[in-house]
């Protein structure tokens, strides 16, 4: 009986500390933002801008951004067969 309250008098006070750390947790990830916005990453996943449509590419890097479709059009319309 002794060991049982024993180990009572650790645990009680281990989960007392354990749930204050878990609330300080809580309190950090609300204060810091991490539930300002739950839908965002989620979406910005399936949204690929990084790489811009080559039509906007094109226009805005010249004739360098030009993609290999475009380079052989650009060729044929010019007579420019190899």
């Not at 609300?30 to 300002?36: A, K, L, Y």
């Amino acid at each position: 009986m002794d060991d049982l309250l024993g180990s009572l008098y650790i645990l009680i006070p281990l989960s007392v500390v354990l749930v204050f750390v878990i609330g300080v947790i809580f309190w950090w990830s609300v204060r810091s933002g991490q539930f300002d916005d739950m839908e965002g990453p989620a979406y910005r996943l399936l949204m690929d801008d990084r790489d811009p449509p080559a039509a906007d590419a094109a226009a805005e890097d010249g004739p360098a951004a030009r993609t290999g479709e475009q380079l052989r059009n650009g060729q044929e319309r010019s007579g420019n067969h190899d």
